[in-house]
């Protein structure tokens, strides 16, 4: 079966300009990159990541992807399709042993529907399993009850992801002093991989949307030290706009996000896209950054589907 005729993606995906009245009236031009459009089922960021590692499986003669996520993995539900694009089966690790006798939420059972399994886990199990995925016991332990599989932490960050996500600044014509790309970072691979892939001058800014997580700046620097063998000085993460957590929408956000959904006609992902924006907003707001500055927001993902479980 031909894997490029069921996994075509849009790209380039497309770039949208945002009028809007007071980025505008800042001097401040806004766009929008459209990953939430490259694929229905692996959407965003995932495509650009998950890409390079299942093919890389597949060459190296894996025929299983495993790895890990939370009850409303976005990772998982992409790896679950992807893998099935791939021809290879794909085995899902949620946090919460308490899920498993519990009725599937949606994104779950979108995960077991593309025919992965599904194993669950105790939080501190699964944590103590994340912390030492890279050990030979681990592996071996994974290996004892799965067979042979290519290992992909959560959230599917490593270098191969990175470096997928690193092409995306080349679809970004003249990219210059001038320009920020903005995007959402939940385990740091996007970030990573966009900064690496920037010419000189443009800067990446980082969206925190987990409280408090100080390691993702050592995060983005592992990654760019293992992955191009050099650290980057055109980027960084804020902090103050993860809405009081992973998961926490407040309602100034979705406030925020709604207005600019009437404005735009576009609706945005609460937990990663929402974010990202916001911090976009307010930093043009208060820190008003120099006239003619070019901030391109990366729109991730989609929003969820509108589910009664949700
Ligand atoms: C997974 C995800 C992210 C986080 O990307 P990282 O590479 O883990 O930082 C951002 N936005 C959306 C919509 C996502 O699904």
């Known amino acids: 079966m031909d894997i ?14 945002v009028h809007d009245e007071w980025p505008a009236g800042r001097g401040v031009e806004l766009r929008l990159k459209r990953d939430d459009l490259i694929h229905p089922l692996v959407p965003g960021n995932k495509w650009r990541k998950l890409t390079p590692n299942l093919r890389a499986a597949v060459e190296q003669g894996h025929t299983r992807v495993l790895t890990f996520g ?3 993995s976005n990772h998982l539900r992409a790896v679950a399709a992807a893998g099935a694009a791939y021809g290879l089966s794909t085995v899902g ?3 919460g042993d308490e899920l498993a006798d519990a009725p599937r939420n949606w994104s779950l059972a979108r995960a077991e529907a593309h025919g992965m399994e599904l194993a669950f886990l105790d939080r501190t199990g699964y944590r103590a399993t994340l912390r030492a995925l890279d050990d030979p016991a681990t592996r071996r332990a994974l ?4 067979g042979r599989c290519w290992v992909l932490p959560e959230g599917g960050t490593n270098v191969l992801a990175a470096r997928g996500a690193a092409e995306l600044p080349a679809e970004l014509p003249d990219l210059g002093e001038r320009d920020v790309v903005c995007c959402a970072v939940g385990t740091g691979g996007t970030l990573a991989g966009i900064a690496a892939g920037l010419p000189d001058g443009a800067r990446a800014l980082g ?4 409280r408090g997580a100080r390691y993702l700046d050592d995060e983005v620097t592992r990654l760019h030290e293992q992955g191009w063998g050099r650290s980057f000085g055109n980027w960084r993460i804020d902090h103050d706009h993860h809405g009081g957590g992973y998961g926490r929408v407040p309602a100034e956000l979705d406030a925020f996000a709604a207005a600019f959904e009437d404005r735009h006609g576009i609706a945005l992902e609460r937990r990663y896209v929402a974010k990202a924006l916001w911090c976009v907003y307010d930093l ?3 820190r008003a950054p120099e006239p003619g500055t070019r901030i391109t927001a990366v729109i991730t993902g989609p929003p969820d589907p509108v589910t009664s479980d949700g």
């Not at 969206?207 to 987990?210: D, E, H, K, L, T």
């Open 207 to 210: 969206v925190a949307v987990v």
């Open 284 to 286: 043009v707001e208060r």
């Open 143 to 146: 290996e004892e009850r799965w």
């Open 4 to 17: 490029a005729t069921r996994y075509q993606p849009w790209l380039p995906s497309p770039l949208q300009d």
């Open 93 to 95: 690790v949620v946090r």
């Open 70 to 72: 939370g009850a409303y």
